[in-house]
């Protein structure tokens, strides 16, 4: 009998991972297909919370995704204007910031050598390049530009995904009525996190536009894009948002302006990160640093750039779905940061 049942189990095993690599790879042959579909998913779970809210001012299904739709249209088109102008002027005069770059470069070599702090035959440039720093910069919007070729196709799916999602509740409810509260509850945490993480991304983008303008420092609307769009990376985007900027501070400014540079991003992330963010959003959806460093691994090898952007938002919502049922709670757990643990209860040791 315990055999058959260690049979069964290595089967299942095999049978599964075997399953997993299968979509992995599949998934990775089909990465034109995937990542509109799972960004549509992504702007679908932001725009669910504006919609609900219209439905529940008993506005029609219909008139209340017209709104959304005019909503998502009217700020992409004005987020374009402004970084289209940006991305250009920043793409023209991106020679000259390497240019500059490697002059720096070459001057503080020349210095180290000087007081004896590295050898003659060592180049700084030859173990890190700045100049190519602005470049991943601008590859990063460039690539949102391509996908953003799939624009219509993107929000069409969209409209479909809010309004079979009110018909599949219906349906959920007459075919399993018992799982309808926990598929509800994965659905409002989802929606929680999304647009708590939209708002705080917004915020921190805006005033880092607003900063880098006081400032100085060129096409400042660019880089409060770029804070933007890697807030959404836990731990690490914000570091990695910050270098371009902070270099061309550097470069362009000098060194005064490059330390008020960094000191903003620094107080900026610490305020709405560490103290705005926390608060609205709520501890029990925190990731481990090393969930979040595997993740962005796994979907940026899986799926290039825009994987590792919305590597954070599908692991939070692979972690929901645990957190919300009984049978893989020890899984979200495992997933979570160290406020998952002080929420737990004490056991009392019985002498």
Request: hydrophobic share 55%; net charge neutral.
């Amino acid at each position: 009998m315990d055999t058959k049942k260690t049979t069964d189990f290595g089967l299942k095993f095999w049978v599964v991972s075997a399953s997993i690599v299968i979509v992995i790879a599949g998934m990775k042959a089909a990465e034109s297909i995937v990542i509109p579909l799972l960004l549509s998913l992504l702007i679908a779970s932001i725009c669910y919370a504006p919609f609900t809210w219209l439905q529940k001012k008993k506005i029609p299904d219909i008139l209340a995704i017209l709104i959304v739709l005019i909503g998502i249209l009217a700020i992409s088109f004005l987020v374009g204007a402004m970084l289209g102008t940006s991305v250009s002027g920043f793409e023209e005069k991106a020679p000259f910031y390497e240019q500059k770059f490697t002059a720096y470069w070459s001057d503080l070599n020349q210095w180290f050598e000087a007081n004896n702090l590295i050898g003659k035959d060592v180049n700084l440039r030859d173990k890190i390049n700045p100049g190519s720093i602005i470049s991943i910069a601008g590859g990063v919007f460039t690539g949102f530009g391509n996908l953003m070729s799939n624009f219509f196709i993107i929000i069409f799916i969209v409209i479909f995904m809010l309004l079979e999602l009110s018909s599949m509740l219906k349906k959920i409810a007459i075919i399993k009525p018992d799982s309808l509260p926990k598929i509800e509850e994965i659905i409002q945490k989802q929606n929680r996190y999304f647009s708590t993480k939209t708002f705080v991304s917004l915020l921190t983008g805006i005033v880092i536009s607003v900063i880098l303008a006081i400032i100085g420092v060129d096409f400042p609307i660019l880089w409060g894009a770029l804070a933007f769009i890697l807030n959404f990376v836990p731990n690490i985007g914000s570091i990695i948002a910050a270098i371009p900027a902070c270099l061309l501070a550097l470069v362009e400014l000098g060194p005064i302006s490059a330390i008020f540079t960094i000191a903003a991003y620094l107080l900026v992330n610490t305020l709405i990160g560490n103290f705005l963010e926390p608060k609205m959003m709520g501890k029990n959806l925190g990731l481990s640093a090393l969930i979040i460093f595997l993740s962005l691994i796994f979907w940026g090898w899986v799926l290039g750039l825009v994987g590792m952007l919305l590597a954070t938002p599908l692991t939070i919502t692979i972690k929901i779905v645990f957190d919300s049922m009984e049978s893989t709670k020890h899984l979200g757990l495992m997933m979570g940061d160290d406020s998952a643990i002080t929420e737990l209860p004490v056991k009392k040791q019985h002498g």
